[in-house]
């Protein structure tokens, strides 16, 4: 990988010409996956379908594309006197069953490790999701910190997660690119959180090239404010960039501050374009 702007220097006086470049590998992409914040209501009303619906009708069109759906029934914190929700544990059921590939992990608050909520707390919520909802497949730890001096704190989740059951998926959310050994406490990373038009910008080298030495699927990204069915298109063009190096994806037409309160509009065009670039197919039209 090199990056574009990255030239050549001449020296004219006496013809000689060096390169000055700086190469980077990577490791061999996996198709790419889909994360999806279900942070919606996992209820529907007599007038309304909840997302919830939608996302595993649509999972059983594109059977091979793995789509992790993040679920938030109570805001990150669960205690031992939380109470499973029902709808919440009838969404988990059929979403499972939809496909062999979709997956469930809970929404874990942590702050960035700054004491409230305090490990044990955090501890406790997992202990609560595994108890009242046990099928889960992990956990999404967000408001992740991105200095080494949290890391500590992470290591010690990630651990009491993996206890819990090695299978088990930690995906943590920084939502830019933290200090590299974060990547040793997650299984998946998110290093961009934000809109479509930031994301254009998006590029780890020199300052992180650490994510090269990782699965793009290691790698996530959660954009808003994509308004279009292209502009979704081309940030996922962007995560499959090799200098990107980014194999998770979602792209939402939500906007800044309820990004996450349903599917976005080109949903399935979302989900066709994923399996397009997994299977080789072109690009499907918006």
Avoid: H
Avoid at 82 to 109: M, P
Avoid at 220 to 246: D, E, F
């Amino acid at each position: 990988l090199r990056r574009a702007d990255e030239g050549i220097a001449t020296n004219t006086s006496s013809q000689a010409a060096s390169a000055n470049l700086q190469l980077y590998t990577r490791v061999k992409p996996q198709p790419l996956q889909v994360l999806v914040p279900a942070y919606f209501s996992t209820s529907a009303s007599p007038s309304t379908t909840s997302p919830w619906t939608t996302l595993t009708n649509s999972v059983t069109s594109y059977p091979n594309v793995v789509v992790t759906a993040i679920v938030n029934p109570s805001g990150g914190t669960l205690t031992s006197t939380s109470k499973a929700d029902s709808t919440t544990t009838k969404a988990i059921t059929a979403f499972q069953a939809a496909s062999s590939n979709a997956k469930v992990i809970g929404y874990v608050s942590t702050n960035a490790g700054n004491g409230s909520p305090s490990l044990a707390d955090v501890k406790a919520t997992i202990d609560a999701y595994l108890s009242l909802y046990p099928t889960l497949n992990g956990f999404f730890l967000d408001n992740m910190a991105v200095n080494v001096n949290q890391l500590s704190f992470y290591l010690q989740v990630y651990e009491y997660i993996k206890a819990k059951g090695a299978a088990y998926t930690v995906v943590g959310n920084p939502g830019t690119y933290p200090d590299s050994n974060y990547a040793t406490v997650t299984d998946t990373l998110v290093t961009y959180s934000g809109t479509a038009t930031g994301y254009q910008g998006i590029d780890p080298q020199p300052g992180n090239a650490w994510v090269y030495n990782e699965a793009n699927t290691a790698q996530a990204m959660l954009v808003n404010s994509a308004g279009t069915c292209t502009a979704m298109q081309a940030a996922i063009a962007t995560a499959n960039l090799p200098r990107t190096n980014t194999g998770t994806v979602y792209v939402t037409d939500q906007p800044v501050g309820s990004a996450w309160s349903t599917l976005p509009s080109y949903w399935t065009s979302l989900l066709n374009t994923v399996d397009a670039y997994n299977t080789g197919r072109t690009k499907p039209s918006c």
